[in-house]
C-alpha cells in the first residue's frame, strides 16, 4: 500500500468509477450502498479527502473567524465589508459570529475545533470567553477596534484618546465650557478611551466634566435620543455634547430635533467613527474619521502572518483618526 | 487492521501520546517532525480525523454559505443578522459572501469544493454564477429577499407586488395624482415587482405613472437623493413619490431637506423594508414593513429540511407585507 493513498486507489477497491468517488467525498447525491462502499474502501486504503488532506498537510483550513456585534450599529457592517472583501480577495473562507446570542457559543466550539485558522475579533471585552479560549489555546488571534491592555496578542485600533482629545480641543477652542459626555460602555475600551482623551484634554484646559454630564450607556440610538432628550430638558444645558459614537450621535440629533431646537445653534454635537451615514443631510455630523478600511486590511494582514509565522511577537497598530467638521457644529468657524 | 482506525492506533504507530495526535489534526502547535509522523501513521492505519470523518459519514460539514450585497445598505445587516443567529442556533456554522467584489468567486470555489451544505441567497438575479453553479451541482439553494421566475428551487420573499400595490391604493385614497416611482434597479426581483404592483393599481385607477416620474437606478441613497432632487427641481413636480427601498427613500428626504423643502408638506415619501431606522425622528418614514426575522428563519428552516431530504419539492413562501404610517406622509389623516 503506498504512504498516501490516491481516489484512484479507492475507486478500484470500491470498484466505482473516480468520479463516484469524488461524488460521495463532496456532498454529492449517490446511494446509501455506494457511499458506504466508497467510505470503507477510503477507510481501508487510508486515503484522506482533499480538505482533510490539506488540512491534514498544512494544519491549515484557510478559514478565518470574523466576531461582530450588533450588526444594526452600521460601524460593525462597514468593517465586516472591509474585512471580507480582504480576506476573499487573500483566498480566506470568513466564518461569522455575532457575539450577541448563539455565536458566542459558535466562536468557541468552531475555535475549539480547530474548523478556523485565526479570529479577528472587532468587539470584544477583558471577560470575552472566545477570546480567552483562543488565547489558551495559541490560536491566532487579532483584535481590531476593540483593544485589551496587557493581553499579548496582535491588535488594531484607532487612536482613540487622540480623537477624544482633539474633540475637546476643538470645542475649547470655539469658547465651549458647558460641555457633555454621552459615552458606551466604559468596559469597551473604544469607549472608555476617547471618553479619557476628551475629559483629559478638558481638565487639561481647567473645565470640568460635570458628573451629571457624563452619561453612559448601550452603544444604541435609543441610548442616544433618551440620554440627550435628559440633558436638554435639564435646569441648566450643556452647549456641545461629544457622543463616543456615531451611532449614539444619531439619538442626540434626533432627541434635538423632537424637542423642537436644532443643531448646532441651540447645541453642537459631535460623533465619532464616520461611518457613511454621518455626511448624509440627514446627520452631517461633525465626527472623528476611523479609517475603517484601513484598519480591517492591516488586521488582515497582520493575521495571516501570524498564521504564517506564530511565533512573531504579538504587534499593536494604531491609526490616527482625524476631525471632520460638518454642519452639526459651526462648521463657517471651523 | 480494523475497518475504522481511531487515534490510539494512530498514537502507537507514531510511538506518541493521544493528546500529540489531537493537537496535529486540530490545528495545533507541535514540531514539524512530529507533525510528519503522525501523519504518515494516520495514513498508513487509514485514520480520518473528526472533521473529515463526520463529512465523509454524513456527507455534511455543517456549514451553510450566506451570499449578501452592499452591507452599507441597512436592509442586509437586519437580514444577516437574523440569518446567523438561526443558523448558530441551529448548530450551523456561517461562511459568508459579498456578492459584490471577490465574494462572488469565493461562492462559486466553496460550492465546487463542498466546504459548504448548502447556501442562502439575499441577492441574487437570473444571471447570478454562484446560484447557477450551486443548482448545476444540486447544492441545496434558498433564496430569500429575491426570486428567480421559473427556478426550479426554495424561494422566500415579501409580498412585493401586493406591497407596492397597497402603497399605490393608499396615495391614491389621499387623493394623489401627480405620483412618481423612484425604483432600484429592474434586474432586482424586489424592486421589479414592487414597482408593477404599483404602476398596475395606478393604471387601474385611471392613473397613469408619467415617464419622467418613473426612475430607475442603483439601490443608494445617492440615487435617491439624485434622482429626487431632479424630480424636485423640474417644471411640474409630483406631490407623493414611492422609493421601492427605504436606502433610496432616505436619499429622496435628505434631496428635499437640501432644496429647503419639507415632508409632507410638500412632497409625501413612501419607502420599503421597513429597517429599524426607518422609525427614527431624522426620517419618520412611512414605509412597507417586511417580516424580516420571520422571513430569514423560514428560509433557514426550508434550507435546512432540503438538505435532510433533498427530494422535498422546490417551496415557495410568501411573506405579507403591510404598510407603515408615519410622518413623512400625512399620518394625521391615515
Not at 257 to 280: E, Y
Amino acid at each position: 500500500m503506498p504512504l498516501v493513498a490516491t481516489s484512484n486507489d479507492v475507486a478500484k477497491l470500491a470498484g466505482v468509477s473516480q468520479a463516484t468517488v469524488s461524488r460521495v467525498l463532496a456532498n454529492g447525491v449517490v446511494s446509501d450502498a455506494t457511499r458506504r462502499k466508497v467510505l470503507a474502501a477510503a477507510a481501508q486504503v487510508g486515503y484522506v479527502p482533499n480538505l482533510g488532506a490539506r488540512a491534514m498537510k498544512t494544519g491549515r483550513v484557510d478559514t478565518i473567524g470574523v466576531v461582530v456585534a450588533d450588526l444594526t450599529n452600521p460601524f460593525y457592517p462597514e468593517i465586516l465589508d472591509a474585512l471580507t472583501t480582504t480576506l476573499n480577495a487573500a483566498g480566506q473562507k470568513v466564518t461569522l459570529w455575532n457575539s450577541d446570542g448563539p455565536g458566542n457559543d459558535a466562536a468557541l466550539h468552531a475555535i475549539r475545533a480547530g474548523s478556523v485558522d485565526g479570529v479577528v475579533f472587532t468587539t470584544v471585552t477583558e471577560s470575552s470567553e472566545p477570546l480567552r479560549e483562543a488565547l489558551a489555546r495559541r490560536s491566532p488571534v487579532v483584535l481590531v477596534n476593540r483593544v485589551v491592555e496587557g493581553l499579548s496578542c496582535d491588535q488594531v485600533s484607532g487612536e482613540n484618546r487622540e480623537g477624544g482629545a482633539a474633540v475637546a480641543e476643538y470645542l475649547l477652542r470655539h469658547g465651549h465650557r458647558a460641555v457633555a459626555l454621552l459615552g458606551g460602555p466604559t468596559s469597551a475600551s473604544t469607549s472608555r478611551d476617547r471618553g479619557m482623551g476628551y475629559e483629559a484634554a478638558l481638565t487639561g484646559s481647567g473645565v470640568t466634566l460635570e458628573p451629571q454630564w457624563n452619561q453612559r450607556g448601550p452603544f444604541t440610538h435609543e441610548f442616544g435620543f433618551r440620554a440627550m432628550t435628559a440633558l436638554m430638558t435639564g435646569q441648566v444645558v450643556p452647549t456641545a455634547v461629544f457622543c463616543t459614537n456615531d451611532l449614539i450621535a444619531f439619538g442626540a440629533l434626533d432627541a434635538v430635533r423632537s424637542l423642537g431646537l436644532s443643531v448646532p445653534r441651540d447645541v453642537w454635537i459631535v460623533g465619532f467613527d464616520d461611518v457613511d451615514m454621518a455626511r448624509w443631510p440627514s446627520f452631517d455630523l461633525t465626527t472623528v474619521h476611523q479609517p475603517t478600511k484601513e484598519m480591517a486590511a492591516s488586521a488582515v494582514r497582520i493575521l495571516l502572518d501570524r498564521i504564517a509565522d506564530p511565533e512573531t511577537p504579538p504587534r499593536h497598530s494604531t491609526f490616527s483618526c482625524r476631525l471632520v467638521v460638518r454642519g452639526s457644529t459651526d462648521h463657517a468657524h471651523a
